[in-house]
Nanobody, 120 residues
Framework: QVQLVESGGGSVQAGGSLRLSCAASGYKYTRYCIGWFRQAPGKEREGVAQIDSGGFTSYADSVKGRFTISQDNANNTLYLQMNSLKPEDTAMYYC??????????????WGQGTQVTVSS
């Protein structure tokens, strides 16, 4: 059972930066895909960025050039560095993972979420 615990959300003005963290534990396999999803009120959940055990990364077009996903394998921690934040980035951000498969992959484990609010 993979467990994911997010932290680092908060409120920031447009143009500012935040870094989200996700502590992961319980992987059963050496291969995995992990990433960030977000959901704003009244909108569908969307993928933001993913990274896998081989270092493959992918990003949504809306965040390319502004967000960077990375992982600290020694500490089993996933990060999302978010720069040049926009009001439309406001959402609940979820860490999500798929054990046993590389990216792209549909997650089957989810964290509880952390709120990001960007004011104009």
């Amino acid at each position: 059972q993979v467990q994911l615990v997010e932290s680092g959300g908060g409120s920031v003005q447009a143009g500012g930066s935040l870094r989200l963290s996700c502590a992961a534990s319980g992987y059963k396999y050496t291969r995995y895909c992990i990433g960030w999803f977000r959901q704003a009120p009244g909108k569908e959940r969307e993928g933001v960025a993913q990274i896998d055990s081989g270092g493959f990364t992918s990003y949504a077009d809306s965040v390319k050039g502004r967000f960077t996903i990375s992982q600290d394998n020694a500490n089993n921690t996933l990060y999302l560095q978010m720069n040049s934040l926009k009001p439309e980035d406001t959402a609940m951000y979820y860490c999500a993972a798929r054990d046993g498969r590389v990216c792209p992959s549909t997650p089957n484990y989810w964290g509880q979420g952390t709120q990001v609010t960007v004011s104009s």
